[in-house]
């Protein structure tokens, strides 16, 4: 239920406003080198407190208690916590009996039986995602260390359908003023993975992919190279023609309609893909919910600190869980060459 991965396993734990979020991942090769400083770079991108953003701030230093030593990783599980200090759950008491729409608040207390920590989202809030953000980290150290030439990056293409970065200020002082949010579309590149990672039908490369990364909250759609618009094309437009093998006898489609897999297995172009985001579910305007203590429909304007666009600090978590699966990929194919 929250671990992924078969060699490279990360397992989260903890919720929102519980005194600690942190993560266990197995199957971390020892002798890398690993310290706190090496997670900032990359937790300072999921920061909050920019515009558009929640102004809930934490100190969101990470603090390794298990697999490392000296500097080193030892191949043990590795264990990094995160402290929640920040936290306003008095905002969340007039939610007990009225889901918020949008959220996991009802759904959560149905399955869990009502036993399931509401603040915050508790475990099914964004706070989850900074764990999986050192994940990530991790997982980008194993990969530069097989392949040295190895990146991913994602990067922000829209929010609310607008691709204009400089008419983004005036859109999010826009949904402020009237209490609404906005979502965005993330576009991802992983480059220089070689030819083969991957298995046909269900540990299919887009299978795992996507798995995870609909792991990330308020992720609605994932599209590989020409995506949805496949549909609308002809064999000779979407087919990506192979061009000659270079001095390693190795072929590459010279364009990348496919999103860089083939049959589930990557094929030496950089695998490409988006990510579609949701606006914020917790806004403040009003909204129709059912109040369970009452037994009637109630108009519901969410308390608390939330993002106007949650999307703004979504490109690092998804190059973190673009990582871990090609991190788990890599390791498992290392393990068929050995047999």
Request: aromatic share 8%; glycine share 12%.
């Amino acid at each position: 239920m929250d671990s992924f991965g078969r060699l490279f396993r990360v397992t989260v734990f903890g919720e929102s406003h519980g005194s600690q979020i942190g993560v266990v991942i197995d199957g971390v090769q020892p002798g890398i080198a690993l310290s706190e400083e090496d997670f900032y770079p990359d937790i300072d991108r999921r920061r909050s407190g920019a515009r558009g953003t929640t102004p809930r701030k934490e100190s969101d230093i990470p603090i390794i208690i298990s697999g490392v030593y000296e500097g080193q990783t030892t191949g043990a599980p590795l264990t990094i916590l995160f402290e929640n200090n920040n936290t306003h759950s008095a905002d969340y008491s007039p939610l007990k009996h009225t889901p918020r729409p949008g959220h996991a608040d009802y759904t959560a207390s149905v399955k869990f039986e009502q036993a399931n920590d509401p603040r915050g989202g508790g475990h099914f809030s964004g706070r989850l995602t900074l764990p999986i953000v050192a994940a990530g980290v991790v997982a980008k150290k194993i990969l530069s260390r097989k392949y040295i030439a190895y990146s991913v990056n994602a990067e922000l293409l829209e929010i609310g359908g607008v691709k204009d970065k400089f008419a983004w200020p005036a859109l999010i002082d826009k949904l402020t003023a009237e209490g609404d949010s906005v979502g965005g579309v993330v576009e991802c590149k992983a480059i220089d993975i070689p030819v083969g990672l991957g298995e046909p039908l269900f540990d299919s490369t887009e299978s795992l992919l996507s798995h995870a990364i609909f792991s990330i909250p308020g992720v609605r759609g994932v599209e590989f190279g020409d995506g949805f618009k496949a549909s609308k094309m002809r064999g000779s437009e979407h087919n990506d023609p192979l061009g000659l093998p270079d001095g390693n006898n190795i072929a590459y489609p010279v364009k990348n309609g496919a999103g860089g897999i083939n049959g589930g297995l990557t094929n030496g172009n950089p695998i490409l893909f988006r990510v579609a985001f949701k606006p914020t579910s917790s806004i403040h305007r009003p909204q129709e919910t059912y109040d369970f203590s009452k037994e009637e429909m109630t108009s519901l304007v969410v308390p608390g600190r939330h993002d106007i666009c949650f999307a703004l600090r979504t490109p690092v978590i998804v190059e973190a869980v673009t990582s871990i699966v090609l991190a788990d990929l890599m390791l498992v194919e290392g393990a068929r060459e050995t047999k």
